[in-house]
């Protein structure tokens, strides 16, 4: 497990009050990282823990990879909450769990189910089968429990064989740390937690502290639109047929339109979409 000790006298405490936090829900996308992102600035910046409330079924497998970049990278503590009760961290979630300092869950939620999928805007989400991916995804996660001290074996499982495992279950083996019933003794139960970040102690001093949300703002809030994958496949369908309508009838403003509409969709997709060199 993590390197948690509770002698503040063994490390640096860090005492402003203060914890940044931000919401990780529904599919992860490039909005989720683009917000996570801008969170974890915010939290270098105050020089305070960044606490992530993670409730998701998956998401991008790409952009969780940059996720987890981060977070393995982070030069302050970063802890993952699974919450509220009912919640998930699924598929992209766990990898995300893995890879913070502290990981914790709350009653009733699970982790787990990560074998990876592929998607179409023609017919939806199918499982990945293919060894080459699956052992390479569950080398990468596995690799990422062990980084944080963590239950290698059953990341491993989490791939191959989608386990899940509930937040007792979870704690028992060594999948996460801590078990809270909600925020407020979440940060009770961190308050004189010692984790290492770079190579340095960290003391947290999170109880009673302002929990400050953090909000992403219009922009996200657009890229969250355009990269739900329901609203992505029907733009990609209704940009193609004007498209097709367009370039048959000689319609220039429908085939304009149906054009953007498949741009705009395969942005929300993950597709890196050159904009210029298409125009």
């Known amino acids: 497990m993590l390197s948690i000790a509770l002698l503040a006298s063994q490390a640096s405490a860090h005492e402003n009050g203060e914890v940044i936090a931000v919401h990780v829900q529904d599919v992860i996308t490039q909005a989720t990282y683009e917000e996570v992102a801008g ?6 910046e105050r020089g305070c823990p960044l606490l992530i409330l993670l409730n998701t079924p998956g998401g991008s497998l790409d952009v969780t990879i940059k996720l987890v ?51 179409s805007p023609f017919t939806g989400s199918e499982p990945i089968t293919e060894s080459k991916v699956l052992n390479a995804v569950a080398e990468y996660v596995e690799e990422v429990a062990r980084a944080r001290g963590r239950n290698a074996t059953a990341a491993r499982l989490f791939v191959t064989e989608n386990l899940n495992l509930g937040g007792s279950e979870a704690l028992q083996i060594g999948v996460i ?5 909600d925020v407020d003794e979440l940060l009770a139960e961190l308050e004189g937690v010692v984790v290492e970040v770079d190579g340095q ?13 953090y909000e992403g703002g ?27 309508f367009g370039l048959a009838y000689a319609q220039p ?6 054009g953007l509409l498949v741009i705009l ?8 979409v050159n904009i210029v060199s298409i125009l």
């Open 253 to 258: 403003a429908s085939a304009v339109i149906g």
């Open 69 to 119: 970049e981060q977070l393995l990278n982070s030069p302050i503590p970063v802890v993952v909450y699974v919450y509220p009760r009912g919640a998930t961290a699924w598929s992209a979630g766990s990898f995300i769990l893995l890879a913070s300092h502290i990981a914790a869950m709350s009653p009733g939620t699970v982790v787990g189910s990560a074998q990876p999928v592929s998607y």
């Open 201 to 213: 102690n960290y003391t947290l001093r999170t109880q009673g502290a302002a929990l400050v949300m």
């Open 177 to 181: 740390d801590l078990l809270a019933s």
């Open 218 to 244: 219009i922009r996200i809030t657009i890229m969250s639109l355009l990269s739900n994958p329901l609203l992505a496949s029907i733009m990609f369908l209704a940009g193609l047929y004007g498209l097709i």
């Open 265 to 272: 969709s395969l942005i929300g997709l993950g597709f890196n």
């Open 39 to 44: 969170a974890l600035n915010l939290a270098k």
